[in-house]
């Protein structure tokens, strides 16, 4: 995901401090690790890093490395908090695994059964949708994430605007990340079990395992002090950024938390459900969620992540696939100024959690393998070179393309119209209004989340700079023109959206003043022949109105002698009469760029 944070916290049980200890027998398995994960952090531009693991139901290792904050004494440790973004979708499903054992739901059950306002742009993937499509990443759906990213709508609001998305592949034919079908899922979650997905998790899943330092919202770490900063590379540096609320889609990927509190996460997983003896979840429902559910094509850039993997596909908020003979199940999570990764090889008893505060870093994965490798007896691989060098040639790549791109652009050229007439409010069904304003001689664009200058690059493209840098950056603004001359379509790449230009509103009409009198010589009725239209003149209350067959009744407002403005029609629509001595002989409806039409009055 894009995904997200939250956070509660700090108390430890004496069972976990206790668990957190290394056996000896650990020791020489990871013997060189701390130098290893020192040197990554390094090579990877990573401020700090928290690692727990996992072995046979014990916390074999729990420690933190690097800074939380760059230039600041303080380190990570095993109890500093990050967010770990999409790692959040197995929570999500588990609470929805809990209320299948409780009966309350069913994975094959539709959708909109429990929520009865879910609707997709095709009505037979909203009737046919169910339970395990919204966890299963197959919707066919595009991953629309402008609709919740930075934006004022609330939960409710991104699920009604879902309707408007248009599929990008048709429904369950592929593998689709889609992070709004867990808010879904969450929703879902909250209706049957009428307290919200916050609650749920907090009470049903935080609570028994003792993980009293997690939460599902960033608001809880105001006044913590031992947090993660968030960072981002952007133009090359790595730069602090600020921790984004992301509540209104929380169930996706808003879960905060430290390694020790995950490990009893992951203790929960590897024991199949069971937690100190107790089931959380059952057995059943617990396979399902490890249970193979979408394939994924082996191909970029899964394939270059997981370059040993023969099978790759999604469960019910974990990624599978097989290593070295073992399956693993896995998630990671990527959010602003943070990446996180939780993994297991159930066979083994074997998981590992890693967070850093570095987004949009593969270093997790890196540190999986290693650990991975050496509880294996694997022969020993540098997993961080060679992840390093495979993310420098896709950043290669991207370097070569945008080069391309520069190199594309045709120079001397002019916009089309003056930067002014570029100014309006256009309007998407999902996302929302996009307004451009012509501000200091430039124009800027605003959306419900993100704002951007605009410099012309050629013809009628712009160049975008989003104020926003870590989620966008540059992008490209391209307006179309319509028939008439006038601005009809901006398109937004970025956004993947086409905003349609929004009616502009009416002016209020200079009138000038006219008596019931002066407005008698207008009435009657009027018609054509061809096409047959009768449109009758009447004075109702002292004002003169139309009347249409079909249609409301229209009040024409007088703006010069014999000619009127339509009240509340855009400008341009305009009646004018022509008169005959002192009785009008017929009428003209001007309608902006469409004909005139003329109509001639009844004798």
Known sequence: MRSARSISIIVITLLAWGQARPAPAQESVLNGFDEYVNKALKDWGVPGAAIAIIKNDQIVM??????????????????????????????????????????????????????????????????????????SHRSGLDRAEFIWISTPYDRDEILRRVRFVKPSSSFRSKFGY???????????????????????????????LGMSSSSTTVRAIAGQNNVATPYAKIEGKVRTIAWRNIDNIAPAGAINSNVVDMAQWVRLHLAGGEYKGAHLISSGAFKEMHEQ????????????????????SYGLGWFLHDYRGRKVVEHGGNIDGMSALVAMI??????????TNLNGTSLPTALMFKVFDAYLGAPP?????EMRNTIKGLEEQGATAQKKLEESRVKGTQPSLALEKYAGTYKDDALGDAKVAFENGRLVLRTPGFVADLEHWHYDTFRATFRDTVIIGKSFVTFTLGPEGKTDVVNISDLGAAFKRAPEEAKPAAAIAMNEAD????????????????????????????????????????VAANRFQIEGAPEGFIVQFELSGERAKSLTIEQGPAPKLTLTMKQ
């Not at 899922?185 to 998790?201: C, E, P, R």
């Not at 082996?298 to 040993?308: A, F, I, T």
């Not at 159930?346 to 967070?355: A, D, R, S, W």
């Open 62 to 135: 729990a420690k933190g490395y690097g800074a939380r904050k760059i230039g600041d004494p303080s380190p990570v440790d095993e109890n500093t908090l990050f967010a770990i973004g999409s790692s959040s979708k197995a929570f999500t499903a588990a609470a929805v695994a809990m209320l299948v054992d409780e009966g309350k739901l069913k994975w094959d059950d539709p959708a909109t059964k429990y929520l009865p306002g879910f609707q997709l742009s095709d009505p037979y993937v909203t009737r046919e949708m169910t339970v395990r499509d919204l966890l």
């Open 381 to 385: 691989k540098d997993w961080s070179a």
């Open 178 to 208: 889609q992070n709004i079908m867990y808010l879904a899922a969450g929703q879902a979650v909250a209706k049957v079990s009428g307290k919200s997905w916050d609650d749920f998790i907090r009470e049903r899943i935080f609570n028994p």
């Open 519 to 558: 407005l008698q010589k207008y009435a009657g009725k009027y018609e054509t022949k061809t096409p047959p239209i009768e449109v009758s003149i009447e004075i109702v209350g002292g004002k003169l109105k139309a009347v249409v067959p079909g249609q409301p009744v229209y009040t024409l407002v007088p």
């Open 346 to 355: 159930p066979e083994e008893k074997l998981g590992v959690v890693i967070l």
């Open 293 to 312: 559910q979408t394939i994924i094509r082996r191909e970029p850039p899964w394939s270059l992540l997981r370059p040993d993997a023969h099978f790759l």
